[in-house]
Nanobody
């Protein structure tokens, strides 16, 4: 059974840090791009950061220099280190596994983890 299980969300103060984790069970992890999205109620789900199978990264302009995405193939886990958090980072964060070859594999989403940045 395929599962993307996120953890690490919670409440942080402005300027603080959180580290999100996404454990991917039941997929060929090395054949997937991994990404983090976030969504505020009533708004679309937006890409925050993505990492390729070879470690190349892409970030939304709003998080460049503050967030770092990484992956550990042996642990089948993707991470999002979030530093210097701002109230505008408050959202539900979703892990995404997007296959390199869509003809062989399926895209998956995690259930989401709430991140709240407030003093």
């Amino acid at each position: 059974q395929v599962q993307l299980v996120e953890s690490g969300g919670g409440l942080a103060q402005p300027g603080g840090s959180l580290r999100l984790s996404c454990v991917a069970a039941g997929i060929a992890f090395s054949r997937y791009y991994m990404a983090w999205y976030r969504q505020v109620p009533g708004q679309q789900r937006d890409l925050v950061a993505a990492i390729t199978t070879f470690g190349g990264t892409h970030y939304a302009d709003s998080v460049k220099g503050r967030f770092t995405i990484s992956r550990d193939t042996a642990k089948k886990t993707a991470y999002l280190q979030m530093n210097n958090l701002k109230p505008g980072d408050t959202a539900v964060y979703y892990c995404n596994a997007n296959p390199v070859d869509h003809s062989k594999y399926t895209e998956y989403w995690g259930q989401g983890t709430q991140v709240t940045v407030s003093s």
